[in-house]
């Protein structure tokens, strides 16, 4: 039995912005299941603690962290993973999104609210936060936690650590200033630690300092070693790649399948697929398109961003929407997208329905009612729609990118007969390879039986989380293996 302590600054269902939270809510408690001792810790955010239920205070005062600190307990919801909030109210107390304000930009204090919470994962690590337990691994996840693996090494008796990158794009990057405010050895500002051309970098700590890396697919593990996708950690990354691997993420079944959810009007599974006109109708009628039982229906859900694609899907609107096909988009992003999709949805009522922001709700109506689902990302570290998708029968089209490349089989004749073929793929992030994968896809919707053939190829495929969990502990055991101690920084 592993003692496992996972660190993330976003946990569903208590906070969740993307897909870390999603992993953060399910993998501890899929190890959990398989019997090791797991244990989760997050920021005390507003919103935490008012849907904590009743946390019990288990520790005042922590070293390292300057500022008045306490931690809660309770439990994940809907498990027996105990859950500790790090309640520093200065930096956490605050509702809405975790690392946005009101108008959109980053929380100016950023830095200053995860180095905290860095310190208290350390003192947590270390067992001197008076909680009586002490660690085998400390798994870190994105630039939130970054600083963790970076303190620990210091450490002559430490845990091993884990740390995994789950968007390279986000880093952590802050001011030189920054940094002597923050409370950290000045050994760190080297560019063989934390410093980054002049800057403090939140995540090099991980990069540099964690016994083991991994990302969220095997494509992106190798992605993030380019030029193009490694924002100029590629070099890092290669001089590591021997402690880098990737493990694609998994489904979390529980509430992403069609047999069960209870979100959808009207559930079903591959031997029951005649009833997902039943929510097509549905999901229509929430977006106020009209019947229309033979025209293919097209979803996507996703932040309104170019790394989502999103520009590439508005380039091939007016094609699209020429077409016989209806799309519903929900979503927020950037100011101009949303107005852009707003407006051609006032202009094409019967054809294209948008809803700005994110609603659970919708997003499980969308992935059991339509019959395709969009996903042009231009990189994606894993993706999870796209296996949400497979498992409700809703055919992916996607950029052959990161995890989006490991986990649908473009739709060839001999791959459709064969049960390998799922989806839709493109090799290019244009709109001109995307119309043409739409049209690929709306011409297999239109043959009945192979289109029946290629759903139920996506409804058999698995990929639930302990076949991930799996490749986690293994990771776990390399990381104690290498594990180094006392390091001189």
């Not at 810790?41 to 300057?66: C, E, F, H, S, W």
């Not at 400390?138 to 620990?152: K, R």
């Not at 090099?204 to 991994?214: C, P, Q, S, T």
Request: proline content about 6%.
């Amino acid at each position: 039995m592993k003692k496992i302590l996972f660190a993330a600054s976003e946990v569903y269902p208590l906070m969740k912005t993307g897909g870390l939270g999603d992993v953060a809510g399910t993998l501890p408690i899929t190890l959990r299941n398989m019997r090791h001792d797991v244990r989760v810790v997050m920021p005390a955010y507003r919103d935490v603690l008012k849907n904590a239920g009743q946390p019990k205070l288990v520790a005042t005062g922590l070293p390292g962290v300057i500022t008045p600190t306490r931690i809660w307990e309770t439990k994940l919801p809907g498990s027996t993973v105990k859950t500790w909030l790090v309640d520093s109210p200065e930096h956490f107390d605050r509702s809405g999104h975790p690392y946005c304000g009101p108008d959109g930009n980053d929380w100016p204090d950023n830095a200053d609210r995860y180095a905290a919470f860095c310190h208290a994962v350390t003192a947590i690590a270390l067992d001197r936060a008076g909680l009586a337990w002490t660690p085998d691994i400390v798994h870190c996840n994105d630039w939130q936690t970054g600083l963790v693996p970076a303190l620990l090494a210091t450490e002559t008796a430490r845990p091993a650590t884990v740390f995994t990158i789950h968007n390279l794009a986000y880093q952590g990057l802050f001011s030189w200033p920054t940094f002597q405010r923050l409370n950290l050895p000045a050994s760190l500002w080297s560019f063989d630690a934390i410093e980054f051309f002049g800057r403090l970098s939140f995540i090099k700590g991980g990069l540099v300092f964690a016994d083991m890396l991994n990302t969220v697919s095997p494509t992106y593990a190798e992605e993030i070693c380019t030029p193009q996708y490694g924002y100029g950690l590629e070099g890092l990354l290669v001089a590591r790649k021997n402690e880098l691997t990737g493990i694609l993420n998994g489904a979390d079944y529980s509430a992403w399948d069609p047999a069960n959810d209870v979100l959808i009007k009207q559930r079903y599974d591959v031997g029951t697929l005649h009833k997902k006109a039943i929510d097509k109708d549905e999901l229509r009628r929430k977006f106020g398109l009209p019947a229309a039982a033979d025209t293919p229906l097209i979803g996507f859900v996703g932040r309104l961003v170019e790394q989502k694609g999103i520009d590439l899907l508005l380039a091939a609107m007016p094609q699209l929407l020429a077409m016989d096909i209806q799309i519903v988009i929900l979503g927020s992003g950037e100011a101009r997208f949303e107005e852009a999709l707003s407006l051609i949805a006032q202009q094409q009522p019967d054809r294209l329905g948008v809803r700005i922001g994110y609603n659970e709700q919708l997003a499980h109506d969308i992935e059991a009612g339509a019959d395709m689902f969009c996903m042009p990302s231009r990189f994606e570290p894993c993706g999870l729609n796209q296996l949400y998708s497979l498992r409700y029968g809703t055919v992916p089209i996607v950029h052959r990118t990161g995890g989006l490349a490991d986990t649908v089989t473009d739709a060839t004749d001999d791959g459709i007969t064969s049960g390998a073929a799922t989806g839709f793929v493109f090799d290019t992030p244009d709109a001109a390879a995307l119309l043409d994968a739409i049209r690929r896809a709306i011409a297999q919707y239109r043959q009945p039986h192979s289109w029946q053939k290629l759903v139920r190829n996506g409804m058999h495929k698995d990929f639930s989380w302990k076949r991930s969990a799996i490749q986690y502990l293994a990771l776990y055991k390399r990381a104690e293996q290498t594990r180094t101690t006392g390091a001189d920084i």
